[in-house]
C-alpha cells in the first residue's frame, strides 16, 4: 500500500508542477480512500524544518541556517492507525528545506 500511496503522491506533484488542477477532486476521494483504510498522508511542503523533526529526513539547501523551510517533497509522510493507539509512523518523509532568501 506504501508503494501505491507514494506513486498517486508522485502524480499528483507532477500535475501540481504543471499547473493543471484538473483532477484535484480526484485525488482528495482517493486521500479519503486512504484514511478509510487507516493510513494519513501528510505532505510537510511549506512547513517550518527543525533539526528534531523525527518525521522527516531532509536534505538541506543551502546549509543550516534559522528560519528553514521544506520547499520540496520527494515522499509524503505516513502514518498508519494502530487500533486506537497512538498512530504508527511507516514512512518519513523525503524533502529538502532550504533557509530564507535576505
Keep these: ?3 501505491i500511496i507514494n506513486q498517486v503522491f ?7 508542477q504543471r499547473g ?6 480526484n485525488f ?7 484514511e478509510t483504510l487507516g493510513y494519513n498522508v501528510i505532505d510537510p511542503a511549506g512547513r517550518d ?3 528534531t523533526d523525527t518525521d522527516i529526513e531532509a536534505t538541506l539547501s543551502g546549509g543550516l ?5 521544506i520547499t520540496r517533497v520527494l515522499k509524503p509522510i505516513i502514518y498508519q492507525a494502530d487500533s486506537g493507539l497512538q498512530p ?3 514512512q518519513k518523509g523525503i524533502v ?4 530564507e532568501q535576505k
Design 1 to 3: 500500500m506504501i508503494a
Design 10 to 16: 508522485e502524480i499528483q506533484q507532477k500535475l501540481q
Design 20 to 25: 493543471d488542477t484538473i483532477a484535484d477532486r
Design 28 to 34: 482528495k476521494r482517493i486521500y479519503h480512500e486512504f
Design 49 to 51: 524544518y527543525k533539526e
Design 65 to 69: 541556517s534559522t528560519g528553514m523551510k
Design 88 to 90: 504508527l509512523l511507516v
Design 96 to 99: 529538502i528545506a532550504e533557509g
